[in-house]
């Protein structure tokens, strides 16, 4: 894995609002940023003050938009894929949207990453589940049964802090072909989304038009080396592009607020309309609680990494810590499902990685995207603009997935990480990426393909005990509810 960053005496030895300077005193933004970055030191677990313990700049719009955007994204998809299945409306969807995007907002994006654990990236949306919530809610599901498990192991994981060990035993090879992985799939899967969308009135050429547009901007953000730009740039040209092309669009969303109460949500006839979860329903969640859980340490990984190569050395302070953010998720997680939300939380990648490019550290970015999430939910027209496909596709594409391609090159680059990254990505390719990032993992540390000498270095826990007992316990789970390729499930409720 990469190395920690020493720590920089100087840097550290006053508080940050003693060691803040004017940018006047740089000789660039660029420098201004990394200083910042350099002395910010973040009170885990106390109270972080504005201008006392760090700084609201403009970039910070930046990762605010394109969390804002994921968020509203994300969540949607998810309570969608949960209401589809129950006969839920579409308006229902976007109600319960809203809710979540409060529930995060004021409860943990404002109160956790920007005032009491700056060290903790926000709490997101569980990408990575979405294609099992159709059946999970098969299997006899309730959303509150999982959150609430998701919620208990989460907590588990980061309080005994085996989300960071398991970081640690991760290789740069293994890290590196995940990125690449994920970011690829990331790519493929928005570029044919929003294919779909121009074919459905008839202009596929809209399509490609905004691609090549979003390919020579980012190049040329990279070439003046702005590329921390992409994201709002990206959405308004889509934007602009897609309209002036003559793409459909309106807004549809009103302003107005949610319903706030949790008996409503969890009502037998209104809100979910599924009351309050049975002992039955906890049984069924069991093992997509258990995966849920697990598929976070390579998603963590990934953004804590994605951090450590954008940021300046003696910037240590500023990385999230793994174990912290687990924690706020997993309690997140729990809140929100108590409170009547749908949302499957995790690591907020379409944050983390926005704000890394632009050079930010979490604090100051957690209050704009609290705000902006707060002003999309109560208005909600920006809602359907941030749904648009055009500025949706686009601004995922240049604020996420090829960054990650690009990081995924970068730790790829030196030694034998070349091999262990290809099986990362093969593996992957064959089951999922928690499939492919544990099997590697094992495979790696034991010395068959990367770098021996750290297998070397690593003992007997680290070697094979740790990495092997991660691998059958997932394989256990991911069999047990048939997420092996032409394998029936083990659980008879499982199987279709």
């Known amino acids: 894995m990469l190395q920690e960053n020493p720590i920089n005496s100087d840097s550290h030895s006053t508080s940050y609002q003693d060691s803040h300077k004017p940018q006047a005193d740089f000789s660039s933004r660029e420098d201004y940023l990394n200083h910042e970055l350099q002395i910010i030191q973040p009170k885990r677990w106390r109270v972080n003050l504005l201008l006392r313990d760090y700084r609201i700049e403009w970039e910070d719009l930046v990762p605010g938009m394109a969390a804002t955007i994921g968020k509203i994204v994300m969540v949607a998809a998810v309570v969608g894929a949960f209401a589809a299945p129950l006969g839920l409306s579409p308006s229902f969807v976007i109600e319960n949207v809203r809710f979540e995007l409060l529930i995060a907002a004021v409860l943990f994006v404002i109160l956790i990453s920007g005032c009491l654990n700056p060290s903790a990236n926000l709490a997101g949306t569980h990408g990575p589940l979405l294609p099992l919530v159709p059946l999970i809610v098969a299997s006899g599901g309730h959303p509150m049964a999982l959150g609430l498990l998701i919620g208990f192991f989460g907590f588990l994981l980061g309080i005994t802090k085996g989300g960071s060990l398991l970081a640690k035993l991760t290789s740069n090879g293994v890290c590196g072909g995940l990125l690449l992985y994920l970011g690829f799939i990331g790519i493929t899967g928005q570029v044919k989304k929003l294919f779909a969308w121009a074919e459905g009135f008839d202009m596929a050429y809209l399509a490609f038009i905004v691609l090549i547009m979003t390919i020579v901007m980012y190049a040329w953000l990279e070439h003046i080396q702005k590329r921390w730009l992409a994201i709002p740039l990206g959405a308004i040209m889509a934007a602009v592009v897609a309209l002036a092309l003559g793409a459909p669009f309106e807004f549809v969303t009103s302003p107005g607020m949610p ?60 990385h999230m810590n793994i174990d912290d953010t687990m924690i706020s998720a997993s309690t997140r997680q729990a809140v929100g499902s108590v409170l009547g939300g749908g949302n499957l939380a995790s690591s907020w990648g379409t944050y983390i990685i926005p704000a ?39 601004a995922l594409i240049v604020g996420v997935f090829l960054p990650l391609m690009e990081a995924g090159m970068q730790m790829t680059r030196e030694g034998k990480t070349t091999q262990s990254a290809a099986l990362v990505v093969i593996s992957s390719v064959l089951v999922n990426p928690v499939f492919g990032w544990s099997f590697t993992m094992l495979l790696d540390n034991l010395g068959l393909v990367g770098c021996k000498e750290r297998a070397g270095n690593l003992g007997k826990a680290g070697r094979w005990m740790i990495p092997g007992l ?15 390729p032409g394998v029936p499930a083990l659980m008879e409720t499982f199987r279709q």
């Open 259 to 318: 319903n706030l109460n949790p008996a409503y949500w969890w009502g037998e006839n209104t809100g979910w309309k599924l009351g309050i979860p049975e002992w039955s329903h906890f049984v069924a969640v069991l093992p997509f609680a258990v995966l849920a859980v697990a598929m976070w340490s390579p998603d963590f990984l990934g953004h804590q990494v994605f951090q450590k190569l954008s940021y300046p050395k003696n910037s240590d302070k500023a």
């Open 356 to 394: 890394s490019i632009a050079r930010r550290p979490i604090p100051g970015g957690a209050i704009v995207t609290g705000m902006l999430c707060i002003g999309a939910a109560v208005l909600g027209f920006p809602m359907d603009l941030a749904i648009w496909p055009p500025v949706l596709c686009v």
């Open 470 to 484: 991660t691998f059958l316990i997932l394989c256990f789970v991911m069999a047990l509810i048939g997420m092996f």
